[in-house]
């Protein structure tokens, strides 16, 4: 079974710095890419960050471009997003997902992490 | 990017009636690349359907899609309780990948 488990989340002042974390098991997670994606409180889905098995190709929505930096670690079936820069309207629950391949759907989700950028 | 515009934005039915949303992305989507998800309240969401008529696993045949280019729907037969949740639809053939706003059904 797939299980993806997200960590790190927290409150934050703007300016702020975070890593979220993501545990993945049930799957040989080298195989597959991962993605972010985030929902604003009471908002819709937004795609964030993606990044090949083998980590070697990474893309980013323009909203974070610059600020946000996605990595994994195929020893530890781990994905991370670094997140610089926060600002206010980074305020979101943060979603991994499993994709199949770039420009795929995402047939599994993590529970998600809350992140709250506020001064 | 493709702008997804679900409608309607939320509506209520009863136990056992059909319900239809509508997914009308703003650019031609192939029928490849369009899903649908459902997202219950404090949950992720989960992906019912992929290329446009695909349910994926462990989706009740109740949940059908079908459509092409502009125009995509996913219907619900005789619906039950635990199907109220807000549906999105996506659209994965170009990037970014980009979703709907939403529809809200309550039953």
């Known amino acids: 079974e797939v299980q993806l488990v997200d960590s790190g989340g927290g409150l934050l002042q703007p300016g702020g710095s975070l890593r979220l974390s993501c545990a993945a098991s049930?799957?040989?997670?080298?195989?597959?890419?991962m993605s972010w994606v985030r929902q604003a409180p009471g908002k819709g889905l937004e795609w964030v960050s993606y990044i090949s098995g083998s980590g070697g190709t990474t893309y980013y929505a323009d909203s974070v471009k610059g600020r946000f930096t996605i990595s994994r670690d195929n020893s530890k079936n781990t994905v991370y997003l670094q997140m610089n820069s926060l600002r206010v309207d980074d305020t979101a629950v943060y979603y991994c997902a499993k994709d199949l391949t770039w420009l795929a759907y995402f047939d599994n989700w993590g529970q998600g992490t809350l992140v709250t950028v506020s001064s | 990017e493709i702008v997804l515009t679900q409608s309607p934005g939320a509506l209520s039915l009863s136990p056992g009636e059909r319900a239809t949303l509508s997914c009308r992305p703003s650019?031609?989507?192939?029928?490849?690349?369009l899903a649908w998800y459902q997202q219950k309240p404090g949950q992720a969401p989960r992906l019912l359907m992929y290329a446009t008529s695909s349910r994926a696993t462990g989706i009740p045949d109740r949940f059908s899609g079908s459509g092409s280019g502009t125009d995509f729907t996913l219907t619900i037969s005789r619906l039950e309780p635990e199907d109220s949740a807000v549906y999105y639809c996506?659209?994965?053939?170009?990037?970014?990948?980009?979703f709907g706003q939403g529809t809200k059904v309550e039953i």
């Open positions: 650019q031609s989507v192939s029928s490849t690349f």
């Open positions: 996506q659209q994965y053939g170009r990037s970014p990948r980009t």
């Open positions: 049930g799957f040989t997670f080298s195989s597959y890419g």
